[in-house]
Structure formats: C-alpha cells, structure tokens
C-alpha cells in the first residue's frame, strides 16, 4: 500500500503561483505512473496531469499552460507547480499513483491516493 503525502498548498492571490509536492517514503516513483487531480466542492474530481516512468507527460487541456507536473525521482516527490492561479483553481489537490504505465487523466485507473491539500485563490 502506497501512502502519498501532499503538501505546498495554501491560500494566493489571482496571478500567484504555488508548488504542491507529493511524498510517498519508502517507494520509487519511477515504477509508477503518477498524477494530480482536483475537486472543488460540489464538482466532479477532475484530472490535472500524469507523468510516467520515463518522464513522459499528459495534461488536461485547459491547465497545460499553467501547470507542470514534474518527478524528482531521487527524494521520491512529485510536484505540481501552478502558475498564473485564478479562483476557479481553489479546490482539494491530490496525487495518485498507479504501478506500471500511465493510462491518461482517468481517476479510476489510480489505485493509490493521498488526503489532498488544499488551494484557495482569492
């Protein structure tokens, strides 16, 4: 069982930027796909970005140029940095993990989720 920890979120203004990370100690993140998703309250969760074993990456359409999902496989953490925030962006973000290879920004694929940390744009 994967145990991932998010952190690195917090409340910004519209234009800011933050940087979320995700532990997961005692794993290799080069042997799973990993992934950001979001849910706002009262909304759907919806899929962010993946990234796989060899650092090839997927995003959703209307985040891609904003957002960057990037691996450092050395301290096992995943980021999601978030440039350009507006207040649609406030919601939970949470990174998920699967074992092998990525299957697109499709939640139910992901077998391993952390707790999420929260975004609040103003």
């Known amino acids: 069982h994967v145990q991932l920890v998010e952190s690195g979120g917090g409340s910004v203004q519209a234009g800011g930027s933050l940087r979320l990370s995700c532990a997961a100690p005692?794993?290799?993140?080069?042997?799973?796909?990993m992934g950001w998703f979001r849910q706002a309250p009262g909304k759907a969760r919806e899929g962010i970005a993946v990234?796989?074993?060899?650092?090839?990456?997927a995003y959703a359409e209307s985040m891609k140029d904003r957002f960057t999902i990037s691996v450092d496989n050395a301290k096992n953490t995943l980021y999601l940095q978030m440039n350009s925030l507006k207040p649609e962006d406030t919601a939970m973000y949470i990174c998920?993990?699967?074992?092998?290879?990525?299957?697109?920004?499709?939640?139910?694929?992901?077998?391993?989720w952390g707790q999420g940390t929260q975004v609040t744009v103003s």
């Open positions: 005692g794993y290799r993140y080069d042997t799973y796909c």
């Open positions: 998920a993990a699967r074992p092998g290879s990525c299957y697109g920004l499709v939640e139910g694929y992901f077998g391993f």
């Open positions: 990234i796989d074993s060899d650092g090839d990456t």
